[in-house]
Nanobody, 120 residues
Framework: QVQLAESGGGLVQAGGSLRLSCVAS????????VGWFRQAPGKEREFVAR????????YYADSVKGRFTISRDNIKSTAYLEMNSLQPDDTAVYYC?????????????WGQGTQVTVSS
């Protein structure tokens, strides 16, 4: 079992930055990859970024590449999403996810989400 809790969302102006955190508990954090997804109003949930168990490999959606950075601290059991140059299109609820079975189309565990709102 894995429990995930996101924090760090809020209201920011276009061009600003936010850092999201995802604190994990349960299964040893360093044994599985984690990722971030987001869901905007009226849209389906979409993949944002993911990171492997060691932090050595990352992957990003094209829409955030070069602006967002995913990282993890296995000692603190925490994953981060550093978001820069935010735009109104980045407004969404952001979810942390844990993938234990290797299928990023269906993550095994989700956090409750944190709202990010970018004003123009």
């Amino acid at each position: 079992q894995v429990q995930l809790a996101e924090s760090g969302g809020g209201l920011v102006q276009a061009g600003g930055s936010l850092r999201l955190s995802c604190v994990a508990s349960g299964r040893t954090f360093s044994t599985y990859p984690v990722g971030w997804f987001r869901q905007a109003p009226g849209k389906e949930r979409e993949f944002v970024a993911r990171i492997n168990w060691s932090g050595g490999t990352t992957y990003y959606a094209d829409s955030v590449k070069g602006r967002f950075t995913i990282s993890r601290d296995n000692i603190k059991s925490t994953a981060y999403l550093e978001m820069n140059s935010l735009q109104p299109d980045d407004t969404a609820v952001y979810y942390c996810a844990a993938v234990l079975r290797g299928d990023w189309r269906a993550p095994d565990y989700w956090g409750q989400g944190t709202q990010v709102t970018v004003s123009s």
